[in-house]
């Protein structure tokens, strides 16, 4: 979907005069999602983006995990960007470990392939209509900071400018123009040089799932998008030193998948071909004073378990609100401090777990050999390693820390539980945290919650007769869809619990 320029939301100089709220640098999903939230939340925000208007559909992501999926659901899109790709109940690594995603206790107990300019298509839509402004062909140049807010260098097709804004939020990729102004390192290393990849028909067709195979010097990965095309990519050591602007050769990638897998499935009629490298690379901090980072400038990871992508859209979900929080003023400007210490531990979590996936898949010597072996046979036999790995991968098993003293649930991922006024992740839509109380019927609400209800800071919500039983007696879900609070259904306990969150 493409919006031409005559939209006010997309006309360059056209935006309302600033101060603004927040200004994203970066249009792709990360920036998108966030810019969607924080419009959604009634802020005024306005997004920067260095490529000029249009979506390329030259994509290299192209998994949307359960997680994700799930947050997405939150906004109403996850059933719309289902329809577009190939659903995949199961990830075969190394050509033998099986990740048997079919069974997650999820509504989307699978990965989806489709290409990542699905997933823009639908976020940019939900953000210009829910306001927010998206100015194309506008390149960060540097920025300075004080105790009220950003002062924002930019370039447009008519010369320098600057945007003021209370919050700036870096999404803008790899080589971050606002990570470069901060001064902020991004230590790592390349992991991986001259990955090719196209997008192919086959003629013989392999088993519906997402497959990786190495045998020493090379290494290959499959998947079906659901079109009728195949994202296939190699990987040749002999070869690993070309730049990534060198055009890839249909035959070399051939070969590749053929060495890979046994057979090249007779595959045939490429609609692109790409070449990169792939960096494992992490800010030291997600924020600095009034300025944040999300998305691939904040982490680099290995294309190993499809995870990049994923990461920065649910950095993007645990932003949002916390940022709508503080700016709508009943939320402290010390809430932002736990956007870094929730997601700077799963970006590096993300950075371990993709990082030995790919050291297996490029596995050459008697002991990596051996290594990817016992791996096997722990993941496939060990139950616990097992849906630890599951987790991981899909997003599902990722939690944040508790208080010494919460409950166990703090921090965990909430289930979709069936409330009496229907999903919890339709209830979720509206933006807010939700409190979820026993099936109506009992004592009536706590004055706290009816006071948080009115002030629009939560949605009161009971659950079904003949639901989760082994869920709290009540307990409060963040915006974002994670636990806040949980404990037993009386009040004291309840007002007690709430009060840091939306006292």
């Known amino acids: 979907m493409s919006h031409t320029s005559q939209s006010p939301a997309v006309d360059g100089r056209g935006t309302p005069p600033g101060p603004h709220s927040v200004v994203v640098a970066g249009a792709g999903p990360t920036g998108l999602l966030l810019a969607g939230d924080l419009a959604a939340a009634g802020v005024d925000v306005v997004v920067v983006e260095k490529r000029p208007e249009g979506i390329s559909n030259l994509t290299r992501a192209f998994g949307v995990h359960a997680r994700t999926l799930e947050l997405l659901d939150a906004r109403g899109l996850a059933d719309e960007l289902v329809a577009t790709g190939q659903v995949i109940r199961e990830l075969r690594l190394f050509g033998a470990i099986p990740f048997d995603i079919g069974a997650l206790p999820s509504r989307f107990p699978f990965l989806l392939v489709t290409p990542q300019y699905e997933v823009e298509k639908l976020l940019l839509r939900r953000a210009l209509e829910n306001g927010a402004v998206i100015r194309y062909g506008t390149e960060v140049l540097g920025l300075t900071q004080d105790a009220e807010g950003v002062t924002v260098s930019v370039r447009d097709a008519e010369g320098d400018t600057t945007l003021r804004a209370r919050y700036l939020v870096g999404a803008d990729g790899t080589r971050s123009a606002v990570r470069e102004a901060l001064g902020l390192p991004f230590p790592g290393k390349v992991v991986i040089r001259s990955v090719a990849l196209a997008d192919v028909k086959f003629t013989e067709q392999p088993s519906l799932v997402v497959q990786v195979h190495g045998t020493g010097d090379a290494f290959g990965f499959i998947a079906p998008f659901g079109d009728g095309y195949w994202r296939v990519g190699g990987w040749d050591r002999a070869h690993r030193g070309e730049p990534d602007d060198s055009p890839v050769a249909f035959e070399e990638l051939r070969s590749l998948i053929e060495r890979a897998f046994g057979s090249d499935f007779g595959m045939h009629d490429p609609r692109w071909l790409s070449r990169f490298h792939s960096d494992e690379r992490q800010v030291p901090r997600y924020r600095v004073g009034r300025v944040l980072l999300a998305g691939d400038s904040a982490h680099q990871h290995s294309p190993a378990g499809g995870q990049g992508m994923n990461t920065g859209l649910q950095d993007a979900v645990n932003l949002g609100w916390k940022l709508a929080a503080v700016l709508d003023g009943w939320a402290s400007d010390a809430l932002l401090d736990t956007y870094h210490s929730e997601r700077h531990p799963i970006g590096r979590a993300v950075l371990r777990s993709s990082g030995l996936n790919l050291r297996l898949a490029m596995a050459h010597n008697p002991l990596e050999i051996a290594l990817r072996t016992v791996r096997k046979l722990v993941v496939t ?123």
């Open 381 to 503: 036999h060990v139950r616990p390693v097992t849906r630890q790995a599951v987790g991981e991968i899909t997003g599902i098993g990722h939690s944040y820390p508790a208080a010494r003293g919460a409950h166990p649930l703090v921090g965990r991922r909430a289930p979709d539980l069936e409330l009496e006024r229907g999903r919890l992740y339709e209830v979720l839509r509206e933006g807010r945290f939700v409190m979820v109380l026993p099936p109506a019927g009992g004592s009536g609400a706590p004055t706290a919650l009816d006071t948080a209800a009115r002030r629009g800071r939560l949605v009161l919500a009971h659950r079904a007769d003949g639901g989760d039983t082994t869920a709290p007696e009540a307990f409060l879900v963040r915006p974002d869809g994670y636990y806040a609070w949980a404990g037993a259904a009386d009040g004291p306990a309840i007002e007690a619990g709430i009060g840091p969150w939306v006292g």
